[in-house]
Every structure is written in structure tokens, then in C-alpha cells.
């Protein structure tokens, strides 16, 4: 089919290539010309594992091209994808303002009957509001359907998961729309749910803010097993074979971030504050996430007089691993807090230095690797569990650091290891291991 994308970010790169790659003519449109730039020349602006090798190969068989000019963009298209961004407002609402101004340049060149498919997370209602505003500004007498397609893709496994996602969620009132995007979808072989606009949408901040609220309950009961002695590790372990439970999103650690959850929470305290409702579950894992963002360095504050002119190495400054994203990630406050309290930072990770850069700009040192980092250093916080962080030895820190004691956010060692290590070991969940003894 003849497809436009809007917006190349995580979510329309991606969906752009792959729908390429399924065989259909896609053209991606970005107001950033920068980028649409670097696309063109098949130069990927973010890493996303597998994508760079689909976008060249899709580019080079004609099936893929970028624009920044709405009119070539849309010039024949049946199938419009919407993927610009919906930050958070000030107010904890998602901002539709990129999407608003990308419904106007919809109605303003687009010049024949389109179906326009909302993959961005958007407020239950917003599809409908989408379809008015571009009506409301045609400048041609043309039809427009709409469908709801909201991403589930995970940042860091994106090509991988449009692949092989657990489900593709398509909503509409229009059921030939909905079969177009049904049969668009077939070829993914992933299960498919058809739904209406509303639920459609939902679906996608039900689903968020569970998965939110799945990582700040295993948060609390790591909090709660430091202080009487039990294990985090073990304890997920003995949930997770429970399949009501599920293994899945039970690791805890310093807090989730990212561009999505911390966003997405407080959008639905939001729809529903709309709705005149109140959802003191959701505001509590909003806060619980809060507290725990703060509890690696509440941990060295109480293991340290002062942090003053303490050499600080940190470890990680992505949200998450195999990404460059650093948005609402727990290192930029964890860096904050520390350099508050006088500490020196030299801070090491594997893709984000550059995004950290812009953030924290020469207030850090940055190092090229784990033992650069951690050299002389007088404390080693691990904040993100790159594959790089988990395989250095943890016996190698006492090479390497003035005295080895390390504050992992991540848990990225067993217990055994830290006591064999000599290192004093603190994690989250789990005893604190000093002088090879484990202190229950
Ligand atoms: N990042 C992720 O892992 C996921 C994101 N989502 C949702 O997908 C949406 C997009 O997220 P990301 O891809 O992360 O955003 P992003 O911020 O990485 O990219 C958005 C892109 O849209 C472009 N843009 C902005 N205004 C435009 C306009 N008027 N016309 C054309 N292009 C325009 C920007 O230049 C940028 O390249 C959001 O609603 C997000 O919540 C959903 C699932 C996963
Ligand atoms: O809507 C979105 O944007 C996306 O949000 C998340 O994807 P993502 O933010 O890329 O990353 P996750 O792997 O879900 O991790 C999010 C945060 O939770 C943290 N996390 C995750 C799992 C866990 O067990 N513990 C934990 O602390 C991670 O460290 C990270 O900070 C969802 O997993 C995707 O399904 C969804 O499409």
C-alpha cells in the first residue's frame, strides 16, 4: 500500500522501516531536516539493534523515502501513520500540540481519501478530536477515517518487538478501515485485537500503567526485604513462577524512566481527574517511583558522614540498556543530588555520554570505560545494567578504586560474588556485604 509515516522518532522510524521492509511504499515526513538529512543518506539518528541494516536495504530497493514537505509526503497516500511526540504537559497532561499542528498539515495538503492511524500514546478521545481538526481545516472535499494503532514496542528492542510483539491493538468505528489495517498487520503473524477508538486507546495507558505499577510494587517489597533480612532476588524468583504473576518486570531497582512510563502515569491521573475520578492506586506508584529515584543516594548518605570531595564513579547514565535515551532517567537526579552534596562525578556509559552531555554538561567528567571511570574513584554507583557493567569483574574494583565500595541500583551481581570480591557490596533488596560477610 502507499503509506506515510509523520514523525521519525523511535516509534515512526521504525514502524516506517518495517512496513517498508513488509513490501509497502513508504515515505517518512519529519519537520527536523536535519534528520530527514542523515535518513536520507541511510545514517540511522538513533541505535536501535537490526534498524540500520533495514533501512539501507529499503532504501536501496525504492521502498523507502524521507521528506520534510508535507505536500510530497502525502501526494497519494491511503494509509497515514501518525508518531510525533505527546510529552508531558505542566500540568501532567499529554501535550497534543505536535499532534495538533500535524492534523492542520494533514488537512492542508493531503489531496485524496486517507485512512490516518494514531500510533502516538494519546488521551482516550483524542482520535475523535483528531478526526474533527482535520476536517474542521480540509481544504479538499475528501474522506478521512480514522484508526487507533498505539506502539508497544520497548526502546532499546524496537525492530525486535514490532516483530514479535504479544499483540497489535487496532481501534475504529469504521470497519472498513479497520480491515485495511488488519490486513496491513497480517503479515506481522502477530495476534491481532480489534476494538473500538476508545478502548483502543485505552488499552495503551492501561497497559503502561500497569507494567508502572508492576515494577513500584517489587520496589516497595525490595525496600521492605532489606530491612528484615530476605532477599529481593529470590523473593521475584518464587513470585514470577506463578503464572498469574509472571516473571516479567519483577527486577527491582532505582525507579523506572524513560520517555513513556513517568509520562504515561501521570497522563491517566489525568484523564481521570477529567473524568471527575479518583485513582489512588496509579498516584501511589507515581510517588512510590519518586522515592525510589532518591534511594541509591539516600543509601550513601547514611553509609557517609559527608559525600564532600568524595570521588563518585557512576556507571550507567542510559534509562535503560541498549539505548541512548537518557529521558527521565534515575541518573541525571541521582548526578544531580551528588554533585549537590559536593561530591566529584566522573560518569561512564556505553551510548548515552553524548545525550548526558547536553544534560549535565561539564559539571561530569565522562570516561571511556568501566575501570577509567572507577579509577582512584572512592565510590562505584552502578545506575544502569548494560551488559559491559554486569560482565566487568567485580573482583577488579579493588584493582582499580581507592577503596572498592560500590552502590548498585541494578543488582547486577549475586550476593556470592560480592563476597567473594572483597568488596563492600550494597544493592536494592538484599543485605549489604562488607569484609566477605553478608549482614542480614
Ligand atoms: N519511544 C518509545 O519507546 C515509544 C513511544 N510511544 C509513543 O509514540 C509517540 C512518539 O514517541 P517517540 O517516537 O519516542 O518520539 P520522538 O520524540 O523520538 O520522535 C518524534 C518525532 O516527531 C517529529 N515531529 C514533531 N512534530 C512534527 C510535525 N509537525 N511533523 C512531522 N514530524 C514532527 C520530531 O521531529 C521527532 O523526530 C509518543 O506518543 C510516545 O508516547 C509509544 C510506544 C513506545
Ligand atoms: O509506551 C512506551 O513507550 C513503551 O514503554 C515501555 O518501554 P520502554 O520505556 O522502552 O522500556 P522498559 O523496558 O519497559 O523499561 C522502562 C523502565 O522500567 C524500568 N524497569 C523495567 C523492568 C523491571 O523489571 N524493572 C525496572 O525498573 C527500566 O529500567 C526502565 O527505566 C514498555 O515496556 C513498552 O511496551 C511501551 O511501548
Redesign the pocket.
Known amino acids: 500500500m502507499e503509506i506515510s509515516v509523520?514523525?521519525?522518532?523511535?516509534?515512526?522510524l521504525v514502524t516506517g522501516v518495517c512496513l517498508a521492509d513488509l513490501g509497502h511504499q513508504v515515505m517518512c515526513?519529519?519537520?527536523?531536516k536535519e534528520?530527514i538529512g542523515t535518513l536520507k543518506q541511510g545514517i540511522s539518528p538513533i541505535y536501535e539493534e537490526g534498524l540500520s541494516d533495514l533501512l539501507k536495504k529499503n532504501i536501496s530497493n525504492k521502498n523507502l523515502s524521507f521528506t520534510s514537505d508535507y505536500k510530497e509526503g502525502l501526494r497519494g497516500k491511503e494509509v497515514i501513520y501518525i508518531?510525533?511526540?505527546?510529552p508531558q504537559a505542566m500540568d501532567g497532561s499529554a501535550d497534543l500540540t505536535?499532534v495538533e499542528?500535524?492534523c492542520k498539515?494533514i488537512a492542508r495538503y493531503l489531496e485524496n481519501d486517507a485512512i490516518v492511524v494514531t500510533?502516538?500514546?494519546?488521551p482516550v478521545g483524542t482520535n475523535e478530536w483528531i478526526k474533527q481538526t482535520i476536517e474542521g481545516n480540509l481544504q479538499k472535499d475528501i474522506e478521512i477515517k480514522i484508526v487507533s494503532n498505539?506502539?508497544?514496542?520497548?526502546?532499546g528492542s524496537?525492530v525486535y518487538d514490532t516483530y514479535h510483539g504479544d499483540r497489535i491493538v487496532i481501534g475504529s468505528e469504521d470497519a472498513e478501515a479497520l480491515n485495511i489495517l488488519e490486513s496491513i498487520n497480517a503479515d506481522f503473524s502477530i495476534p491481532i485485537v480489534k476494538t473500538d477508538l476508545r478502548s483502543a486507546e485505552m488499552i495503551k495507558y492501561a497497559s503502561n500503567a500497569f507494567l508502572a505499577a508492576k515494577i513500584s510494587f517489587i520496589n516497595e517489597m525490595a525496600n521492605l526485604s532489606e530491612r528484615i533480612g530476605a532477599n529481593i532476588d529470590h523473593v521475584a524468583a518464587g513470585m514470577g513462577m506463578d503464572k498469574r504473576i509472571g516473571n516479567a518486570f519483577l527486577n527491582a531497582g532505582i525507579g523506572y524512566g524513560g520517555?513513556?512510563f513517568p509520562?504515561?502515569t501521570r497522563a491517566v491521573i489525568s484523564i481521570a481527574k477529567e473524568a471527575d475520578y479518583e485513582m489512588p492506586i496509579l498516584e501511589n506508584v507515581v510517588d512510590s517511583n519518586e522515592r525510589q529515584r532518591g534511594i541509591i543516594v539516600d543509601k550513601m548518605m547514611s553509609r557517609f558522614e559527608r559525600l564532600k570531595n568524595k570521588k563518585v564513579a557512576i556507571l550507567g547514565l542510559a534509562f535503560k540498556p541498549e539505548t541512548d535515551d537518557i529521558r527521565e532517567a534515575p541518573s541525571i537526579s541521582v548526578t544531580e543530588k551528588l554533585l549537590e552534596a559536593g561530591a566529584e562525578v566522573c560518569a561512564y556509559d556505553p551510548a548515552a555520554r553524548r545525550n548526558a552531555e547536553k544534560v549535565l554538561s561539564n559539571k561530569v567528567a565522562y570516561a571511556d570505560s568501566v575501570s577509567e571511570a572507577i579509577t582512584e574513584a572512592d565510590i562505584a554507583v552502578i545506575l544502569t545494567e548494560w551488559k559491559e557493567i554486569k560482565k566487568f569483574p567485580i573482583e577488579d574494583y579493588k584493582k582499580y578504586m581507592k577503596s572498592p565500595i560500590i552502590f548498585d541500583g541494578r543488582n547486577c551481581f549475586t550476593l556470592e560474588e560480592a563476597k567473594d570480591s572483597g568488596a563492600e557490596y550494597h544493592s536494592i533488596g538484599r543485605p549489604v556485604v562488607r569484609d566477605s560477610v553478608v549482614y542480614k
Open positions: 509523520i514523525g521519525t522518532g523511535y516509534v515512526g515526513i519529519d519537520i527536523d534528520k508518531a510525533v511526540g505527546t505536535y499542528k500535524v498539515s500510533k502516538s500514546t494519546v498505539p506502539e508497544f514496542l520497548r526502546q524496537a520517555s513513556c509520562k504515561d
